[in-house]
Nanobody, 125 residues
Framework: QVQVVESGGGLVQAGGSLRLSCVVSGRTFSTYTMGWFRQAPEKERTFVAG????????LYADSVKGRFTISRDNAKNTVYLQMNSLKREDTAVYYC??????????????????WGQGTQVTVSS
């Protein structure tokens, strides 16, 4: 069974940066498509960024383009989300998810079959 564990959340001032990490168990991590999602209070969970297994294909939500960067280190079974120029509206619980099919990055959470518990990111003004 695949386990997904996020870390790196916290409290940061607007304009600041955070880097989230996500470690995935299993020997086939390098074949997974990985995604980051977020859920703000009383809102639905939405797609933030995704990267295909070989790192050659990435996708970002319009709201984070130019500020967030997804990357991965297959040797460490880890995917990262570097978040710069954070805004109050970035406040949310951030989830890491794995799509074991290794297909193109999908924005719908229905395509991801393993999820972490989430890490809280709070951006203050």
């Amino acid at each position: 069974q695949v386990q997904v564990v996020e870390s790196g959340g916290g409290l940061v001032q607007a304009g600041g940066s955070l880097r989230l990490s996500c470690v995935v168990s299993g020997r086939t991590f390098s074949t997974y498509t990985m995604g980051w999602f977020r859920q703000a209070p009383e809102k639905e969970r939405t797609f933030v960024a995704g990267m295909r297994w070989n790192g050659g294909s990435t996708l970002y939500a319009d709201s984070v383009k130019g500020r967030f960067t997804i990357s991965r280190d297959n040797a460490k079974n880890t995917v990262y989300l570097q978040m710069n120029s954070l805004k109050r509206e970035d406040t949310a619980v951030y989830y890491c998810a794995a799509d074991s099919s290794g297909g193109v990055v999908m924005t719908s959470q229905n395509f991801y079959n393993s999820w972490g518990q989430g890490t809280q990111v709070t951006v203050s003004s």
